[in-house]
């Protein structure tokens, strides 16, 4: 399993970099992932949606579907693309180190 050095501790990751072991996961990391995903800052509506990922995954065992995002974390569909604009599903699970939710390409 590969394995990656993120905000100084190093992490179980799959081959697309997502976490496998969520646990591993902290806010310093969520901030240099945003960075390296091209988000200079997290803004309060971005920790909205990256805690309500960590929370549907804890809960479900999968991140939520855009559409899911959009209906129920209290963030509009439009204002995911603004936050998160190379696909909100997958670029804030990433963020959030959840694995990839099911249905991302």
Known sequence: MPTRTIAGSE?????????????????DMAVELAKESG???LTDPHWTV??????????KGTGP??????KTSGV???EL???FPKGPA??????AG????????
């Open 65 to 70: 579907t855009v559409r899911a995002l959009g």
């Open 81 to 83: 693309y603004q936050l």
């Open 50 to 59: 990256i805690h309500f990922m960590r929370k549907e995954y804890d809960d």
């Open 90 to 95: 997958k670029m804030a699970a990433k963020i």
């Open 39 to 41: 988000i200079d800052e």
């Open 11 to 27: 992490v179980d990751v799959n081959d697309e970099g997502f976490f496998t072991d969520p646990s591993q996961w902290n806010e």
């Open 76 to 78: 509009t569909v439009k």
């Open 98 to 105: 959840i694995p990839k939710p099911r249905g991302c390409i």
